[in-house]
């Protein structure tokens, strides 16, 4: 009932009582910082946004811009003050344009959704795949030289299905498995990329030479597996939004932590694509009400409501599981939390 309601009502977004009138963007600030700033509510943030029509990308925010609170068509916004304060903005919004004129504007050194530095590692070269289908990928035989551990520029011997001469494949290492926790059900592997290759050479016998081109922070290792390269299909830009999820979920990992998470984390939620989420997409965390005594009906256990706990944004959808950044957090975070879209307010 929660997820049915939680847009049903849609008044306009809550500015804060601090909001800047003015404010220079810094490096280093973030769209969820800024957001921040001006509403209560910072995942409605498009929705106050002043759109340049001239432009094809925006959202858009750099360092050094300056952002100026106006009303507008009786509509409290915020735009980039070009020089002519919230008179420019507003011909910006609403003044008529040919199509052809649009500008092209470069996402380099814009302002990013959430701190790229605390997921590059989870945008790059980690992904959640079918262990089904990982099974069944060629594996790494042995070394040239026969080591235990080889990195960049060593050769290697791959087993498996015939790899293609000339060809640049990955070398993934085996992780985590994702279980559901309803259905107990393995819903994703987690693997990382240890190294790229190219491939010099096949045998007779089918087994495949390839020379190790890169290495990322991790030796090659027998048995790690190797398959052609997985693209990074993650836009170049996204934008916190509330999420339009079909179920509510569950945080099922905290990355690199073995208990809580909190804000600048990375979590790991039984929701992808499958269900509809996807990058941007902002959830709410909700945690489970603690159990009390009831003294007055015979010391019978009751269980508190749930309360939120914090926000978290997906940066990289799977079929069934997603990667999300904790962007606040009132309490501490842990495995078991439930998400929600967040309710508008």
């Given amino acids: 009932m929660l997820m049915s309601t939680a847009h049903a009502n849609n008044p306009a977004p809550t500015i804060k009582a601090d909001a800047p009138n003015r404010y220079i963007?810094?490096?280093?600030?973030?769209?969820?910082?800024?957001?921040?700033?001006?509403?209560?509510?910072?995942?409605?943030?498009?929705?106050?946004?002043?759109?340049?029509?001239?432009?094809k990308n925006p959202h858009l925010i750099y360092p050094n811009d300056i952002l100026i609170?106006?009303?507008?068509?009786?509509?409290?916004?915020?735009?980039?003050?070009?020089?002519?304060?919230?008179a420019g903005v507003e011909k910006q919004l609403t003044s008529d344009f040919v199509a052809s004129s649009v500008a092209v504007t470069s996402t380099a050194n814009s302002v990013p959704a959430i701190p790229l530095s605390?997921?590059?590692?989870?945008?790059?070269?980690?992904?959640?795949?079918?262990?089904?289908?990982?099974?069944?990928?060629?594996?790494?035989?042995?070394s040239k030289n026969r080591n235990l551990i080889t990195a960049s520029g060593d050769k290697v011997y791959v087993k498996g299905v015939t790899l293609i001469t000339g060809q640049r494949y990955g070398v993934y290492r085996e992780g985590e498995r994702y279980v559901d926790p309803k259905t107990q059900k393995v819903i994703g592997l987690e693997v990382t990329q240890v190294a790229t290759g190219l491939v010099t050479d096949v045998a007779n016998n089918g087994v495949s030479s390839l020379q190790l081109t890169e290495?990322?922070?991790?030796?090659?290792?027998?048995?790690?597996?190797?398959?052609?390269?997985?693209?990074?299909?993650?836009?170049?830009?996204?934008?916190?939004?509330?999420?339009t999820v079909n179920r509510g979920g569950m945080i099922v990992r905290v990355m690199d932590s073995i208990s809580s998470a909190a804000r600048g984390?990375?979590?790991?939620?039984?929701?992808?694509s499958n269900q509809g989420?996807?990058?941007?997409?902002?959830?709410?965390?909700?945690?489970?009400?603690?159990?009390?005594?009831?003294?007055?009906?015979?010391?019978?256990?009751?269980?508190?409501?749930?309360?939120?706990?914090?926000?978290?944004?997906?940066?990289?959808?799977?079929?069934?599981?997603?990667?999300?950044?904790?962007?606040?957090?009132?309490?501490?975070?842990?495995?078991?939390?439930?998400?929600?879209?967040?309710?508008?307010?």
């Fill in 277 to 345: 989420a996807k990058p941007g997409d902002v959830l709410t965390v909700y945690q489970k009400g603690p159990l009390v005594r009831d003294t007055i009906d015979n010391d019978a256990s009751v269980r508190l409501p749930s309360e939120p706990s914090g926000t978290v944004m997906v940066f990289n959808s799977f079929e069934d599981i997603s990667y999300a950044y904790v962007l606040d957090s009132e309490l501490l975070i842990n495995v078991g939390d439930q998400l929600l879209p967040p309710p508008y307010l």
């Fill in 265 to 272: 984390s990375v979590v790991a939620i039984n929701l992808g």
């Fill in 69 to 86: 609170l106006c009303i507008i068509q009786g509509k409290t916004l915020i735009g980039v003050d070009t020089g002519e304060g919230c």
């Fill in 215 to 243: 290495s990322y922070g991790k030796e090659v290792r027998e048995g790690d597996r190797v398959f052609v390269e997985l693209g990074n299909s993650i836009p170049p830009i996204f934008y916190p939004t509330p999420a």
């Fill in 118 to 142: 605390a997921i590059r590692h989870w945008l790059d070269k980690t992904l959640i795949v079918n262990p089904a289908d990982f099974n069944t990928t060629p594996y790494v035989l042995a």
């Fill in 25 to 55: 963007v810094k490096k280093g600030d973030t769209l969820w910082d800024i957001s921040g700033r001006y509403l209560e509510s910072p995942w409605r943030w498009k929705e106050i946004w002043a759109t340049n029509k001239q432009i």
